[in-house]
Structure formats: C-alpha cells, structure tokens
C-alpha cells in the first residue's frame, strides 16, 4: 500500500486499484483493512466504534466479528453510539454498557455518561477504529462521535470509510455558528456537508478544529456522485427512523421540524417523510399550495395515521392529518429548500396553533436564522441565497481534503 497523504497527525492509505470504478458493489474500508492492509493492525489490541451498519460483503458480517476472527489482531473493546451497538436505541436514549454477545468482547457506551472513550476504556487498546454508516447530515450525532473520539483517544484512530448515501458531491444548507455548538452540530460544516466519514475527518485535522492521529482507510470503486442505491450494498436503517434513501435524503431539511410543536413522523409509518399534528386539519391544501411552488424534485400529498404510543413521541396515541412529502427525482432536491419552505407555509397559516422548541431548533439549524425567517414575509425567501453562499464556501473549503471523484 502506498501513503497519498502523510502529516504529523493524519494519513491516508490508497485503496488498491485492482477493481475498475465500474464494479458492481462498492468496497468499504473494513473490507480493503481486511484484505489489503491487515498490516496497519496485525499484532495490535484493537477498539471498535461501530453498530449495526459496521457489515461487510454481500453476506453482512460484522465488522466486529471479522477483526475478532482476524488473524494476529486481537479485538479488545467496543464502542457504541447513539442507538447503540445494535442500532436499536431510541433516538436521545441513554445507552448501556455490556458484554457482547458474539464475541465475548466488552461494548462501553458512548452515548450515556460520557461521550468518548475514557483512559480507563482504552486502556487496553493500541488502536482504535470506527466504522459506522453515516447519512451526511451535521445533525446526526455519528460523525461527532467519531471525531470528538478521535481527538479524546490520544491514540492512532482509524476511519474505516463507508458511502455517504446522499451522494457526495451535494454540499447544501447553511454553516453552524459555534456558539449553538451541541452533540447535533460540533463543528461549523454545512448542514449536508457532502463528504464520507473518512474526507470529513481529513477536513476537521487538516483545517487545525481537532488534533487527531487519524488513518483513513478508503473505499475502493466509489465514486463522489453515488447514490446509495448504485454502491451494490444493502440498505441498513442507520438508526430507528432513517428507513430509507428517500428518508435520508429529506431527513437533512425537515429533521427542522424537531425544533416544532409538529411530529417530524416519529412513531409514523414514514418518519421524516411524514409530519402532523392535530390542528394540521387542513394538510390537503397545503400540500396543495406547496405544490403549486413546483419545488424541484417533490411533490406533496397529505393522508391521517396514527402515532405509536410509549416512545414518547409527539402527539403520541392520537390519529392526526399529515402531510406527506414524496421524492420524485433525488437528483434535484434540495432539502433544506424544501423544508424552509414547508416550514413558512405551514407557520402563516397556523400562527396560533404553532409553537417552537427555540433551543432544539437553534442547534438544529446552527444559528437562531431560521426561526426570524419563518416568522417573516419573504424571510425565507431573503435566506435561501444566503445559505446557499455559504454552502459553496464550504465546498471549496472541503475540496483538497476529498478522496473520491
């Protein structure tokens, strides 16, 4: 193998090139450290941040239970996230520490009393490694995990990188502002910041926001313009309420609805493709004034269901309007236009009924913007561009950190 890129605290090792761009299944990183650089940990006492999108092959396999049948490696500690290790968790949950049932290997929770690894954690690890499936959105907790882990490891860390399933070559939605930092937004990125895990940890070391000894592993036959749907692997829900690419995909704008009085679909049948309310008794004509807009790439329906009892989820028990957004054509939507847009339409018609969560959806968007917006005629309208200005900054600020084309 040969180092493309070597510094004091970042490398990255080319993936070998046997297989053509044009090959039918992507890659990921744990399958090219398996069977190209097993060396990087042979002989080592290796950690593991994973969950259940931590697979390999067609077959599946845990990344957990390839390294622990690895020869020479030996696998003594994992890590899991939020949802925990089995991606079973509901979102915001406490998750516990144990025992892992397959390999006998003890998993220490990273999203319970701490939220990195501590001393006493690694203190039989030599290197640790991540490798989760990632939905390219900042207001996920995964990719903080893993970088605010990195920097706490004090030890070599390993990105095992997986496809951004939005596509990567999408930079989209404004830049967070540091002072509305929290565990949904760590570091001033876009909002769809259009990198894998591994291109965005080159990009947090490189530009100096973390100090990290990271060595990313890369995908071979990925290319930057994939859907997840072109990569040959399968589908895994990343978490309880992402159950789909098209639920991924809008999840980026209209996880703003969180910030709201309204379900942003927890407890529906399509989370984040559905929300509702029971004052939303006039979803019909909203959908229908939203289509009227011709957003690109969706069209809008409305529809009632019920919302699953006992998670604690909005409007929980009740049977309530919602509105349903539809992806008709991935390739030009812009989610966060598109939740913007729904947000005002809905807000001016149902002042009275609307109510905000102002800290949730303040570190949701990054900035307190978006609510002044919302509120104003021709707010919205006055804010797109200059989200999207910030967008191509951040786009050219990523650039040399890319791996993919």
């Not at 490398?11 to 060396?39: C, K, M, N, W, Y």
Request: hydrophobic residues 40%; aromatic residues 8%.
């Amino acid at each position: 193998m040969r180092p493309v890129l070597r510094c004091a605290t970042l490398l990255v090792f080319a993936a070998v090139t046997s297989i053509p761009v044009s090959a039918q299944r992507v890659r990921t990183g744990i399958e090219v450290l398996l069977t190209d650089s097993i060396h990087l940990i042979r002989g080592k006492r290796v950690g593991l941040i994973t969950n259940h999108t931590g697979v390999a092959g067609p077959l599946g396999k845990s990344s957990a239970d390839l390294l622990a049948a690895a020869p020479g490696v030996k696998l003594t500690a994992l890590f899991g996230p939020e949802h925990g290790i089995r991606g079973i968790a509901p979102a915001g949950d406490h998750v516990a520490s144990g025992i892992d049932s397959a390999t006998g290997v003890v998993v220490h929770s990273l999203y319970g009393a701490t939220r990195v690894p501590t001393p006493e954690m690694l203190k039989d690890v030599d290197i640790l490694l991540y490798d989760i499936m990632d939905v390219g959105s900042r207001t996920y907790t995964y990719p903080w995990t893993m970088a605010l882990s990195a920097e706490a490891a004090g030890k070599p860390f390993f990105v095992l990188d997986r496809p951004n399933p939005v596509r990567n070559d999408r930079v989209e939605g404004g830049i967070l502002d540091v002072k509305y930092r929290s565990f949904i937004g760590q570091f001033p990125v876009a909002v769809r910041y259009g990198l894998t895990a591994g291109e965005l940890a080159r990009y947090l070391v490189g530009s100096g926001q973390i100090k990290a000894n990271i060595t990313v592993i890369p995908m071979q036959g990925y290319r930057a313009n994939m859907w997840w749907n072109e990569t040959g692997l399968p589908w895994i829900n990343p978490s309880p309420n992402i159950r789909s690419l098209d639920a991924a995909l809008l999840y980026t704008g209209t996880v703003y609805f969180e910030g709201t009085n309204l379900n942003e679909g927890r407890g529906m049948s399509q989370p984040f493709q559905m929300l509702g309310a029971p004052w939303l008794t006039d979803a019909g004509a909203i959908a229908k004034e939203l289509n009227a807009m011709h957003l690109p790439g969706v069209v809008f329906d409305s529809s009632t269901q019920t919302i699953e009892k006992g998670f604690g989820y909005k409007h929980e028990g009740q049977t309530v309007p919602v509105l349903i957004t539809v992806v008709s054509d991935r390739d030009v939507v812009k989610p966060h236009v598109v939740a913007l847009h729904m947000l005002r339409t809905i807000y001016k018609r149902h002042q009275k009924d609307w109510a905000w969560r102002e800290q949730a959806m303040d570190r949701l968007f990054g900035t307190p913007r978006l609510r002044a917006a919302v509120e104003r005629e021709g707010g919205i309208e006055a804010l797109i561009p200059i989200l999207d200005q910030e967008a191509e900054a951040f786009a050219r600020a990523v650039a040399p950190y890319r791996l993919y084309r």
